[in-house]
């Protein structure tokens, strides 16, 4: 689920305030960071009151939990797509490969396409997510992905325990780094090679 914040009102007029609120949290991340992320400010962007978006949301935590479940869902949207123009070599282990390499694409563009839920899901304010991280779509997909690599013999079975933790935090640092750090310069084919080469050494290193 793709929540844009530029969909606020309109959400909210087809009568879904719960969904138009989360959208409006993701739109005051992105300026003003997760700290920002508070009902009240969220019913001011809907154009409700607060009592309204109280009725959806206890508190600015209850609120920024949903706000980072959007974002994983972000993810999760952005892998299944990625993983569905993947080619087929008729390799499994190629194959199963592959679409491990689309994940780690679609993590680094849903963070440039998705800031203010990237930075709101990831965020130095730390406040839990609605939902335990084993049951994140997008963290199921990665495990389901390094899963596939021991079934086709490409990842020594050995070699899985903690696997997951390793290629998530290569792929998230570089995220970090070009979404708020010394590569948000990069032009855009110099990124791309970059996140290939990180997937690389994930590849070769697993």
């Known amino acids: 689920m793709m929540v844009r914040a530029t969909t606020a009102r309109a959400t909210y007029h087809h009568g879904d305030l719960r969904n138009a609120l ?3 949290g993701a739109k005051l991340a992105e300026k003003g960071g997760p700290g920002a992320v508070g009902v009240r400010a969220a019913a001011r962007e809907v154009g409700v009151t607060p009592t309204a978006a109280y009725r959806h949301f206890a508190n600015a935590e209850a609120l920024q939990g949903a706000v980072k479940n959007s974002a994983f869902d972000a993810l999760a949207d952005g892998m299944r797509a990625e993983m569905a123009t993947v080619d087929t070599s008729g390799d499994d282990a190629e194959d199963a490969l592959r679409r491990l390499y689309a994940i780690g694409r679609a993590y680094l563009r849903v963070a440039l396409a998705e800031p203010g839920l990237f930075r709101t899901a990831f965020g130095e304010e730390a406040t839990p997510p609605a939902r335990p991280r084993e049951e994140d779509p997008y963290f199921l997909m990665l495990n389901r992905g390094l899963d596939e690599l021991v079934a086709t013999g490409y990842l020594p079975e050995e070699r899985r ?3 997951e933790f390793a290629a998530w935090s290569a ?4 995220a970090r ?3 708020d750090g010394p590569l948000s310069g990069l032009p855009d084919d110099a990124r791309e090679a970059v996140l290939q080469r990180t997937l690389d050494m994930v590849a ?3």
């Open 161 to 163: 325990p903690l696997a």
């Open 177 to 179: 780094l070009v979404l």
């Open 22 to 24: 989360i959208a409006a």
């Open 204 to 206: 070769r290193g697993l």
């Open 171 to 174: 792929v998230h640092g570089l």
